[in-house]
Each structure stands twice: as C-alpha cells, then as structure tokens.
C-alpha cells in the first residue's frame, strides 16, 4: 500500500480481470489488518462487479 492507495500492482491486477458472469471469492481470512485503503479497493471492486452483472442482464 501506499499513502495514496493501493500499491499500482494491486490496482493494475485488480483492473485487469474479467468479473463478467463470474463469482469472485476473496479468502481475507489470514488478514489481520486491513487499512481504509484496502477496504475502498474491495468496495470498488464489489460496485464494478454488479455494475457489470447489470450490464449483462
């Protein structure tokens, strides 16, 4: 992470995948901390995954 964000590489793999028509399962069970950050990266990730499930319908 950095004080801006998510590290570039994390927001770069993240842009790249292909959510259309798919699950996407995150395990955070090993995770003990997880800054505001990180957790505005997986908002945003979970808002384009039913923007896109939407556009698909």
Not at 15 to 28: E, N, Y
Not at 35 to 53: F, P
């Amino acid at each position: 992470m950095t004080e801006q964000g998510p590290h570039p590489d994390v927001t770069e793999a993240v842009d790249a995948l292909t959510i259309r028509g798919q699950v996407l399962a995150l395990d955070v069970s090993a995770v003990t901390f997880m800054d505001s950050s990180a957790l505005q990266a997986l908002l945003a990730l979970r808002i384009r995954g039913h923007a896109e499930g939407r556009a698909n319908s």
